[in-house]
T-cell receptor, first 116, second 113 residues
Framework: DSGVTQTPKHLITATGQRVTLRCSPR?????VYWYQQSLDQGLQFLIQ???????AKGNILERFSAQQFPDLHSELNLSSLELGDSALYFC???????????????FGPGTRLTVL | AQSVAQPEDQVNVAEGNPLTVKCTYS??????LFWYVQYPNRGLQFLLK????DNLVKGSYGFEAEFNKSQTSFHLKKPSALVSDSALYFC???????????WGAGTKLIIKP
């Protein structure tokens, strides 16, 4: 158990809908990262937050957005969902993330999103 | 630009034999290298990392990795494979000046009894 929690574990929804995925980082970690893992594209970095502020953006679609709250939990919002958005969505957390190379990311169990 | 390659999509090893999962990288500065494992329907688990110092890094579950600067490689190894080692293995690299981990495509390791 990494100490990172994600809810829900599974989510089934329809095209065009909007969903929110939630992540609670390990105690003491200030950074949260979101990743998408699909069968044909491997692990794709979406976005990082550090202590409430956006720190880095990866391959995140405009239909997707995220935020980190004062208690450091984070939410990933996916809207206007398409069939291709079906994937595993992982959250990871780390202590710093402020450019320290040795900082280790610890992953949550993921949310499996199925768009029908 | 940073990059990392895992040249093998799949590695098959007999139980009890040594295993190697390959990883090569490209960075302009000093690398920080990581190995993660993903079991079916689970999140990624951190195995080990190289920061500096000894080229041989020991990690969880009996795994180790050897940093080779001249060959820009960071291969994951285990002396004696277990069936339970069957999983997807990811290598990742970052530079100190860059916030982001760059991930390899993953290597599926299959250990046959």
């Amino acid at each position: 158990d990494s100490g990172v929690t994600q809810t829900p574990k599974h989510l089934i929804t329809a095209t065009g809908q909007r969903v929110t995925l939630r992540c609670s980082p390990r105690s003491g970690d200030l950074s949260v990262y979101w990743y998408q893992q699909s069968l044909d594209q491997g692990l794709q970095f979406l976005i990082q937050y550090y202590n409430g502020e956006e720190r880095a953006k990866g391959n995140i679609l405009e239909r997707f957005s995220a935020q980190q709250f004062p208690d450091l939990h984070s939410e990933l919002n996916l809207s206007s969902l398409e069939l291709g958005d079906s994937a595993l969505y992982f959250c990871a957390s780390s202590v710093a993330g402020s450019g320290r190379g040795s900082d280790t990311q610890y992953f949550g169990p993921g949310t499996r999103l199925t768009v029908l | 630009a940073q990059s990392v390659a895992q040249p093998e999509d799949q590695v098959n090893v007999a139980e009890g034999n040594p295993l190697t999962v390959k990883c090569t990288y490209s960075v302009s500065g000093n690398p920080y290298l990581f190995w993660y494992v993903q079991y079916p329907n689970r999140g990624l688990q951190f195995l080990l990392k190289y920061i500096t110092g000894d080229n041989l890094v020991k990690g969880s579950y009996g795994f180790e990795a050897e940093f080779n600067k001249s060959q820009t490689s960071f291969h994951l190894k285990k002396p004696s494979a277990l069936v339970s080692d069957s999983a997807l293995y990811f290598c990742a690299v970052k530079e100190d000046s860059n916030y982001q981990l760059i991930w390899g495509a993953g290597t599926k390791l299959i250990i046959k009894p």
